[in-house]
């Protein structure tokens, strides 16, 4: 395998699907919090990512059985919005800057295939004091201020690395509208807590929007 691969489950009937990610990273805030989501909609697996960018190991379960490291899709649909829910335990590394960009854009393309024009990304931010904070950073000023009361600080410095913050910042190129949710965390161990807050704002979030206001 020299490139990404798409592994295709079923085709989802989607319309205007929220696209929200949710990898491993610090303190696996935005993995955590995606899971919730995943429960919480009932999403089923529709497709999978394999690519050579990841990790060279296999993840054995408890039935003996391993599998590479890849990314899983899931689709749900609700009374107010479907979703595409991203989900995955690597990411390539933080020095293979072109894996990055192209595992993203191909992410992007898989996506907005099936209608996507928002996304969400969450994640971890290390802090001085690690708690349920959650910051907001948005591909424009409007989103960013529209959701502070929602519970949210302003991420206004800073970098947001990995997919999370690359994912955001090519679907604003693209033309998509989008936002940042990152929580408060030491980068060590999982942040179970902070995942909940994270999700509990996100869950707030996305019952007031609506796209074509901003």
Not at 3 to 22: A, S, Y
Not at 51 to 79: I, M, W
Not at 142 to 171: F, P
Request: glycine fraction near 12%; hydrophobic fraction near 40%.
């Amino acid at each position: 395998m020299d490139k990404p691969i798409f592994r295709q489950i079923f085709e989802p009937q989607l319309k205007d699907p929220i696209f929200v990610e949710g990898l491993t990273g610090l303190g696996n805030v935005g993995l955590l919090a995606a899971r919730h989501m995943l429960e919480e909609t009932g999403a089923k697996v529709f497709a999978e990512l394999y690519a050579p960018y990841f990790q060279d190991y296999v993840a054995v379960g408890k039935n003996g059985l391993c599998s590479p490291p890849h990314y899983r899709f899931y689709a749900a649909k609700t009374e107010k919005h479907d979703y595409i829910i991203l989900i995955g335990e690597s990411q390539p590394s933080l020095e293979d800057t072109l894996a990055h960009y192209d595992i993203c854009d191909q992410i992007l393309d898989f996506a907005q295939k099936y209608g996507s024009r928002f996304i969400v990304t969450m994640g971890g931010v290390v802090t001085s004091k690690p708690g349920t904070d959650v910051y907001i950073s948005a591909t424009s000023a409007n989103l960013v201020k529209k959701h502070l009361d929602k519970g949210t600080q302003i991420y206004g410095e800073g970098r947001i690395v990995g997919a999370t913050g690359l994912l955001l910042g090519l679907a604003k190129k693209r033309g998509w509208k989008g936002i940042c949710l990152l929580g408060a965390t030491t980068g060590f161990g999982a942040e179970r807590g902070t995942a909940l807050a994270l999700y509990k704002i996100l869950t707030k979030i996305i019952d007031t929007e609506t796209e074509k206001k901003d």
